[in-house]
């Protein structure tokens, strides 16, 4: 059967690429999907086609500034419900594959755990079968590790395919910024760097306890650990489980008053509830996200004791909102409601998406 392997699926523009699908005529334009697609209103880039991000567009960007770069982009509204068809699809392709082991990361990307002898084979077979079946593209990540074969992806991009091992993971990796790892963001680069760790080589040779200080005694080795692409080979077919829900809104006007504000905190409670009671599962820890204008971003959270009741959740969160700072002008409001776990010893550390 060959020897065990992890192999990272990433659907190639996702979004875009099921737009195109869609409406043949736009291939090979510069598309961007975003908000309800029109880029007089606050909205942001969810995703951008290749032609596009020639141009500098990529996901978060204001919508205003990404049509301005590209006068002659089209832009789409987000269609959820098309995305998630679409990804379902590749889903069950993926889970048709024999002996395959499958670990949904999001609506694009996979862990696939396989025993080959050749995984590039079997790596160019799953493409295959994931065109013929979808008329979608994917790149796949080859490794010994999540780690080694979530990054691996970013080299076989797009619908190619590249291996990582600890035999080759400082020749490809040693010399590139810290950034460039899977878990590791702007904020954490910095603090690295600010340690005189700016490139993967240096947080590969680090000694863990170094790092204690600066980032405490789980995640320290842990950011060693990443730097060379250690960790788990076990890709895990446990359903996933939401450990929150969130909502937020963008508000065309920034909001002035406080009754408004009020307002908009009531309506995204009752949203979020929604979604929390179709999970069973009883609210323990609230944060509230505020935009004031321009662009500053501050989030407000506490832990609450354990609920199910729709007013007590937005009592708490009406307490959360008296962090908000008066007099400030409020261009996006958002609220997440974290819920008790079936079973948090399997949450680890493994790098996952955050609910923001």
């Known amino acids: 059967m060959g020897e065990p392997w992890v192999l990272h699926v990433d659907l190639d523009q996702f979004i875009a690429a099921v737009e195109v699908l869609r409406r043949p005529e736009l291939a090979g334009k510069p598309v961007i999907v975003g908000g309800r697609g029109d880029p007089t209103e606050r909205a942001v880039v969810s995703t951008a086609s290749y032609e596009a991000r020639a141009y500098g567009v990529g996901s978060g960007m204001p919508l205003r500034i990404a049509a301005r770069k590209v ?11 098309a995305y998630l068809q679409a990804s379902g ?33 079997y790596a160019r077979q799953l493409q295959k079968a994931v065109l013929e079946a979808t008329s979608l593209h994917c790149s796949v990540g080859i490794g010994d590790t999540l780690v080694r074969a979530k990054v691996a992806t970013t080299f076989g991009k797009p619908a190619g395919v590249f291996r990582l091992t600890a035999e080759n993971w400082l020749d490809v990796m040693g010399n590139r910024p810290t950034i460039d790892l899977w878990g590791v963001g702007t904020k954490v680069s910095r603090r690295l760097a600010a340690l005189g760790i700016t490139v993967v080589s240096e947080l590969a040779a680090v000694d863990p306890d170094f790092l204690v200080p600066e980032f405490g005694p789980k995640m320290g080795p842990w950011y060693a650990q990443l730097g060379r692409g250690d960790g788990s080979s076990e890709v895990d077919d446990t359903p996933w489980v939401a450990r929150g829900h969130s909502r937020e809104t963008t508000f065309q006007r920034d909001l002035t008053e406080a009754a408004q504000v009020d307002e908009a905190v009531r309506e995204l409670v009752a949203a979020v509830l929604e979604d929390v009671a179709a999970e069973g599962r009883p609210v323990v820890g609230l944060t509230l996200k505020v935009r004031y204008a321009p662009f500053t971003t501050k989030t407000y959270a506490r832990k609450i004791p354990e609920t199910a009741d729709p007013a007590e959740v937005l009592a708490r969160a009406l307490d959360l909102r008296g962090k908000i700072e008066p007099e400030r002008p409020i261009r996006l409001l958002g609220l997440r409601a974290e819920m008790t776990m079936p079973d948090d010893s399997r949450q680890g550390h493994t790098p996952t998406r955050s609910g923001w």
């Open 71 to 81: 006068p002659d982009a089209v832009i789409l509204p987000v269609d959820q419900e």
């Open 89 to 121: 699809a590749v889903m069950g392709v993926l889970r048709s594959r024999p002996g395959a082991v499958v670990q949904v990361l999001g609506w694009d990307e996979a862990f696939v755990g396989v025993q080959s002898s050749d995984p590039e084979a």
